[in-house]
Each structure stands twice: as C-alpha cells, then as structure tokens.
C-alpha cells in the first residue's frame, strides 16, 4: 500500500511500531516544515558535495545496497505468510499486527520525494532544482536509514542519518504549536503535552477507553475518512499530515509500545488528532466518533 499525506495516520500506525519511528517522524516533519534556508542546509550537507567522479559512484552503490537491505522489514504480507506456514491463526494476526508493516521503503521515499518535497511544497519552489533535489537526498536516506534501524548494520544506518543528523542538531523541527489550525492548534498542542505526561495510570486509562470503544471500529473508519477528504477539499492536507507525525511521537515520547501500537492505541489517538485538527468542518456524529476516547479517559 502506497503512503500518501491524505493517508498519514496509517503513515503514523507504522511510524508507532517501528524501532526509530519516532526518528522518521522528524525527517518528515522537518520535510513539511523546511523554509528554502532549511532545505539549503540540507542540500549543504549532502555526502557527496566535494567527491571526485569516482567516490560518488562508490557513495551510490553503498546507497543502492543499504535500500536493498531495507526491504528486509517486516511486512503485513511476509509476517501473515510466515503465520500461516505454521497454522496458528493467533499468531498470524500478532505478526500482521505488531511485526508487519502496511507500507515499504520504497513507499516511504516517493512519499517523502513526490508528496513531502513534491509540486505543493511552499518553499520548493524558491529553491534552485539541483540544490532541492540534494535536499531532497540528505531527507531520504535519513528517512530509510531510520525506517530500516532494526534490520541494517548499525554502521550502513549511521552512514544514511549522518547528514540529516548533523543539520537537525542545529535547526530542530517547530512543535505541534505552531501549526496553523487556528484555536484548535492550542488544543492540539495541549493533547500531544497531555499524551508525551502520561504514566502507567495514563497509559491504562487509554487501553480501558480503546476496549471499551472496540465496536466503533466501522463508524471510527468512515468518521476518519471524513475528517481526511475534508483536509484535502479545504487545502489542508499537509498540516493534518504534520499533526498525525507530532502524534507520533507524542505516543512514543508517553510510553506507548509496539503492542499498543497494534492493539487500537494508535488509531484512537490518530482519530483525536483529526478530531481536533478538521472539527469545524465535521459534523457532529463524525466528531462523537473521533473523539470519544478523549470522553472516556476525561
């Protein structure tokens, strides 16, 4: 299944049970938010600015083989094929659920390159093509490196998130709080501070609230629908994208693990994000959905 920013809460049900999630959340994000003068500092730390002819084609090979080994993650069709070799149908649904993911490698690179980086991008344009497209590099291997952190060398992935790594410890990515949701960024910005404080009370409250709320799950996919066409039709796709990417990493800055991640965690608080972010073009019963377990765990 192809990533898409209209699709980015199933971006961030991957995102959740990834080793360094969190980390490819904040290529992303520093993807969405970059001015020219950012995605310049990008391009400025691009590996091969410097190389002769010769150690640029060694830096592509290193590159070509290092997204061949990143397909090694586990994926929804490999994990459900692995489950089914043994008959154990509960396994097979533990593996799709907290092993596999729905995306790949390559579908996180053309995201970040088409959508993230693509035509609607508003500083894109500002920037000379050769110094986006470097841009453009440092993020993807950045990106790939993190996606793939549990199956690649420790060494192959440090190389890939070297240059990305260097520029982000000196320009770290803006906070929820400053996306342009009018008032409801200030609520958004309050849920993402009340998820990153949750303890071990916090976290149960959530999972009660999830199992209650589990026959929602068809009016739960609609109202979430929704809330998606409603950001496309309004022009505000990417912000919506950025908010489920803060989401993220508020989940995994709260505590929230892989099993979360899969059990319904994840999607209920993807759905109080969107709540949130579309809530003055939803109606009522959409909204009732989406931010029910925000009800069950006041």
Known sequence: MPYTLVSAATLGFDLARLPAGRAVAGVLLTGLQADDAALARLAAAHPARGLERDQRLVLAVRSRRAREMAVAVPHVRTAAAGARATGDRAAMLVQQLEQGTIGDAPTLERLLRDDVLGAEHPAGALLDPDLLAEAADVLADAAIGYWAAGVLPPLVRRELTASFDRVADTAPVGG???????????????????????????????????????????????????????????????????????????????????????????????????????????????????????????
Not at 232 to 251: D, K, N, P, Y
């Open 176 to 298: 929820p709080e400053t996306l342009d949701l009018g008032a409801a960024g200030l609520e958004l910005a309050a849920f993402l501070d009340g998820l990153r404080e949750l303890d071990d009370a916090g976290r149960a409250c959530w999972r009660a609230a999830v199992d209650e709320g589990r026959a929602e799950r068809r009016p739960w996919a609609t109202a979430m629908h929704e809330a998606s066409w409603a950001a496309h039709v309004s022009g505000r796709t990417r912000v919506l994208a950025t908010a489920q990417l803060h989401a993220v990493q508020a989940f995994l800055d709260g505590g929230f693990d892989r099993h979360d991640g899969a059990a319904g965690v994840w999607n209920a608080v993807a759905g109080c994000v969107q709540g949130i972010a579309m809530g003055d073009l939803l109606d009522e019963g959409a909204m009732t959905v989406l931010r029910a377990p925000l009800t069950r765990t006041a």
